[in-house]
C-alpha cells in the first residue's frame, strides 16, 4: 500500500455495549501513517460466553462468523414499503405470470433495491443477495432470483403500464412525503450502451452527441423532471440518443404536465398549469420550444448564453445591485427587458463574486495554462531548427492550440523567420486584454423568465434548482449507487423497463435524502449509504445438536450518526432478534 506506514501490532480485549449485554471483540491496533487505528477484529462472545468457553461448557465460541449487508438494503426497502411499490405495480400488470415464485412488483422492486445498493446484472443479483441479510426480513429465497425470472417480470410489464406505474408512484411519494411540486426542473442527457452495431432490437440505441464522450458507443437519450424541494423525479422520458435534446422538449413538457395534473389529483390538490413553473437550461431554447410552453400555460425560468448578449455584458457593475445579501451573499442582478426568441422577454443580468472567482482560477490554472504549456513546447521545437513544415502548417497548429475564444483574446503570439530552420515563435498573455474578458464575462448569467411578477431573488432561486435535475443525473452515472450501469439489455422494452428501476431507485434515493435532511442530517446520497452500509449483521455460527448450525445474529457496532440513521429509517422493524 503506497503511502502507508505501519507499525507494530498491539492486541487487546474490547468490549462493547450494545443495549443490556457487553459483547466482547479481539482487536488488534496498530499506528497508520503516524495515527492509531484498528485494523482488525474478531468476535469472541459475550462474558457468559467466554467464561463458559474457559470452563468447557455453554455454546463457546462460535465455529464460523459471516458478516451480511444490513443499513442500506433495510432502509431502501423500508421505503419501498412504505410507498407500496410491489403493490402499486403489481395492482396495474395483474397477476403474477404462471411459475413465478414472485410478483412482478417484487421483482422489479428488488431490481431497484439492488440498483441503488449495489449495482450489477441480473445474473449477478442473486449472489450478492446471499451476503446482504435482505432474505430474512422481505423473506425471498436466493432460489427465486435467477436472472431469468428477471427478464419474465419485465416481460410482464407493458410500456403503457409503466406510464400508469409512474404516475402512481409519483403520487405515492408526494402524499407520503408532502414534497412541493409546484416548481420543477428539466434536464436531459444520454448514457452509452453495449448494444451491438447490427442489433435492430432496439431503435432508440442510436450513436450521437455522447455526453460521456463514448462517441464509439450506441446511446440512449434520458429526460428527468425532478422538483425543487428535494430533487425527486416526478416524471422520465427516454428517446433515441442521436435526437438533439431540444427536439424532445415539447414530448417532455407535455407529458409533464399530464403527469402533473394526475399527480395532484390523486393528492387532492387543484392542478392548473400556471401554477407550476418548468425550469431549464439554455440546451432547450427555440423560438418553438417557447411557444408550446406559452402553449400549454406553463411558467418558466430559463437562461441565455452570456456570449450572446453583448448588450447585457457591456453594461457598468453600477448598472446591478446586491439581490438578497442574506440568501445570495454578494450576488449582484439588473432586471431588464430584451428580444430574446422572437419575443421581448424579462432578462436579469447576474454576477456572482464566487462563480467570478473560480472561472478566472479554472482559466488561468487550467485553460490558459494547457495553451502555454502546447505554445512552449512549439517554441521550443522550431528553436531546434528541424522541423519542416511551411509557414501556413504552423500558423494553422498555433491557431488550433489557440481556438478557445477565451484564450484567443488575451493571447498574442509572433512568428518570425522566412524558411522553416529559421522559424521563431514568442508570445505572452496581454495582461490588459485579460483583465477586460474578465470583467466582461466572469461570474455572469443571462436568465429569461415569463414571471413578470416575481422578485429577482425568486427568479434567481428557482433558476438555481436547476442544479438538481444535473445532480440527479451525476447520481445515476455514479457507477457505485444509484448507477444506470451496467446495462445488459438488448431490446427496446428491456431497456425502458431498465430506465424504471434506475428511475425508482433516484427517486428512493432522493426521497431518503430528503426525509434524513428533515431529521437534521444534511448528506449527500453516497454519503447517506455508506453510513447507512456502515451498519451490518454478524452471524455466530455454533454447532448443533442434531447436525444444523445454530445462528445467533446482532448488529455491529455503530457511530451516533448511524444511530440517527437507524431511528430516521426505522431499521429496528429489520433487526435480528437474539
Not at 169 to 182: F, Q
Not at 377 to 392: I, K, Q, S, V
Not at 546 to 555: D, F
Amino acid at each position: 500500500m503506497i503511502g502507508l506506514l505501519y507499525y507494530p501490532y498491539m492486541a487487546s480485549i474490547v468490549g462493547k455495549k450494545r443495549g443490556t449485554a457487553t459483547y466482547y471483540y479481539l482487536v488488534e491496533s496498530a499506528r497508520v501513517d503516524g495515527k492509531p487505528r484498528i485494523v482488525s477484529q474478531e468476535y469472541l462472545g459475550t462474558a457468559d460466553e467466554l467464561a463458559a468457553a474457559m470452563r468447557g461448557g455453554g455454546l463457546g465460541l462460535p465455529d464460523r462468523v459471516r458478516h451480511k449487508q444490513f443499513g442500506d438494503v433495510a432502509a431502501v426497502w423500508g421505503m419501498l414499503e412504505e410507498l407500496g411499490v410491489a403493490g402499486i405495480i403489481d395492482e396495474v400488470a395483474g397477476p403474477r405470470p404462471a411459475g413465478q415464485p414472485l410478483s412482478a412488483g417484487t421483482y422489479l422492486a428488488v431490481a431497484a433495491l439492488n440498483r441503488l445498493v449495489a449495482p450489477c446484472s441480473k445474473a449477478a443479483l442473486a449472489d450478492w443477495w446471499k451476503t446482504t441479510a435482505a432474505h430474512r426480513f422481505t423473506k425471498i429465497p436466493v432460489a427465486a432470483l435467477d436472472h431469468r425470472r428477471f427478464w419474465d417480470a419485465m416481460h410482464a410489464v407493458t410500456e403503457q403500464q409503466m406510464e400508469e406505474i409512474s404516475a402512481k408512484i409519483a403520487a405515492r411519494i408526494v402524499a407520503v412525503s408532502g414534497i412541493d411540486c409546484s416548481s420543477v426542473a428539466l434536464d436531459m442527457t444520454n448514457f452509452a450502451t453495449f448494444i451491438a452495431t447490427a442489433n435492430e432490437k432496439a431503435r432508440f440505441a442510436q450513436r450521437g452527441k455522447a455526453k460521456q464522450k463514448r462517441t464509439d458507443l450506441r446511446l440512449v437519450g434520458l429526460g428527468l423532471v425532478v422538483t425543487r424541494d428535494g430533487g425527486i423525479p416526478l416524471t422520465w422520458h427516454t428517446y433515441p440518443g442521436d435526437k438533439p435534446d431540444v427536439t424532445q422538449f415539447p414530448d417532455m413538457i407535455t407529458q409533464l404536465l399530464a403527469r402533473y395534473q394526475a399527480v395532484c389529483g390523486r393528492s387532492g390538490v387543484a392542478a392548473e398549469a400556471a401554477g407550476m413553473t418548468v425550469v431549464f437550461d439554455a440546451g432547450q431554447n427555440s423560438e418553438a420550444n417557447f411557444a408550446h410552453l406559452a402553449a400549454a400555460g406553463l411558467s418558466w425560468i430559463g437562461s441565455v448564453p452570456a456570449s450572446d448578449c453583448p448588450d447585457l455584458l457591456a453594461l457598468p457593475a453600477s448598472a446591478r445591485s446586491i439581490v438578497d445579501a442574506d440568501r445570495f451573499g454578494q450576488l449582484t442582478a439588473c432586471d431588464t427587458r430584451r428580444q430574446a426568441y422572437g419575443a421581448g422577454r424579462r432578462a436579469i443580468l447576474t454576477h456572482s463574486p464566487e462563480l467570478h472567482q473560480a472561472q478566472a482560477a479554472g482559466f488561468g490554472g487550467t485553460t490558459l495554462a494547457k495553451a502555454g504549456k502546447n505554445l512552449d513546447e512549439l517554441a521550443a521545437t522550431l528553436a531546434r531548427g528541424r522541423t519542416r513544415r511551411p509557414r501556413d502548417k504552423v500558423e494553422a497548429e498555433i491557431t488550433a492550440i489557440t481556438a478557445k475564444p477565451w484564450v484567443r483574446r488575451v493571447i498574442t503570439w509572433q512568428l518570425t523567420g522566412d524558411q522553416p530552420r529559421d522559424f521563431r515563435l514568442t508570445w505572452q498573455v496581454d495582461a490588459a486584454a485579460r483583465t477586460a474578458l474578465e470583467e466582461e464575462i466572469f461570474g455572469k448569467h443571462v436568465l429569461i423568465t415569463g414571471h413578470d411578477d416575481w422578485p429577482a431573488a425568486e427568479v434567481i432561486a428557482g433558476y438555481r434548482s436547476q442544479s438538481e435535475a444535473e445532480s440527479a443525473f451525476r447520481q445515476m452515472k455514479d457507477t457505485h449507487v444509484v448507477s444506470f450501469s451496467p446495462m445488459f439489455h438488448w431490446t427496446e422494452h428491456n431497456i425502458r423497463v431498465h430506465v424504471f428501476t434506475c428511475v425508482l431507485a433516484l427517486q428512493i434515493a432522493h426521497l431518503m435524502r430528503l426525509k434524513a435532511r428533515r431529521a437534521g442530517l444534511d448528506l449527500s446520497v453516497r454519503e447517506l449509504l455508506r453510513e447507512l452500509g456502515g451498519i451490518g449483521e454478524t452471524v455466530l455460527l455454533y454447532k448443533g445438536d442434531r447436525g444444523r448450525p445454530r445462528a445467533h445474529r446482532m448488529l455491529t457496532e455503530t457511530t451516533p450518526v448511524q444511530d440517527k440513521l437507524a431511528q430516521i429509517f426505522s431499521l429496528d422493524r429489520y433487526a435480528p432478534r437474539r
